[in-house]
């Protein structure tokens, strides 16, 4: 995991601060990423299948052919093994179409990355300790989409990484004779500076076929340790990261018209960080939409991972998605089982609702 390799490179010696730096030993927690429930839906098909409702993360020109200004809404509900994940909620997928002149469009979304929420031991030199982490890190989109033909669209934009995290600790020095043990509580306070990498994607549309790719460029900055004790005094560094590049392609297929189909390809490169290496990877994921009737839609798909945050694992996914005024709004539900491990598993239910708005008159 990116957000694991950051933190284990902070195991060196952080000076000033007593006793060391320990960060959280899952990381900021298990990587997800966005791009609207109807790709989740669909095992995680976005990049190469026409969307006119949300802004694909996978690849933000699959919109180019949206005619309404719109705005998605919508939050994950985990049961999960994963130790770095609580039931709650994450804060909100958000996504923002708006149509402009010229057959430019303005293309946006925030998303959840990742989420912490764990309890820790300490163990130092001359004592031991717990520390509670919580927190998380998200991953924003903005840029512009050009339909340069019927068929043919680019975007180009910029995507940034941002995140933080909490740890409230208590520790306690070994006993020496008679002296009873004073705990030390303090504070580490971990924030990542955002980072901001190009996005550049393409999308051809036709009638019964469609395709499209996004690459992501590396994105660099630094995070900040700051301490607080108890008593007021503090010390703080600062290290540098960065997050790899990423490759998405996809490809669609209109089989029926009720009926489309889609695979996506997406990989990453490994990341190297002061002596620590987070493993390379990819996954392929396979998804469809059905639409028995004119404002029901049913979703289905399947992903597999090799390397990345969960090697080997598998998910299944499913939902449906409902129009609303002849798609003036819309409400979406997925829902997704995936295993990995020995008996690990994770349900994550996603909820969505959009409205949307003809500004210009089309």
Known sequence: MIILSIFVASLISVTGFSPEFQPPSYGIGAETFGGGVRGFSMGGVSAGMVDSNMVSGANPSASAWAENTGLSWGSKFRETDDLTW??????????MIMPLPLRLQL???LSNRSRINLEDSIVFDNGSGTIKWTGGSGES?????TRISEHLAFSIGGKCFFGSALGDAVTTPDSTGHMVPV?????????????WGPVLGAFMNFEYFSAGFSIVTDRSSTYE?????????????SFHYSVPGELTVGVSSRV?????????YFARKALSLLGTTTEEG????SGFEYSPLSSLRLRGGYRTITGLWRDGASRYSGGIGYLISGGKA??????????WGIDESETVVFASIRTSENWLGR
């Open 86 to 95: 609580s039931g709650a909620s994450s804060f909100p997928d958000i996504s």
């Open 107 to 109: 293309s946006a979304f």
């Open 141 to 145: 989109y903005l840029g512009l989409t």
């Open 183 to 195: 705990s030390t509580i303090y504070r580490d306070d971990v924030e990542f500076s955002p980072s």
């Open 225 to 237: 340790i700051e301490r607080s004790y108890v008593g007021g005094s503090s010390a703080d560094t």
């Open 256 to 264: 029926i018209p009720q009926l489309v189909v889609g695979v996506d």
């Open 282 to 285: 990819s996954y392929i994921a």
């Open 330 to 339: 819309s409400l979406d539900v997925g829902v997704s089982y995936e295993t």
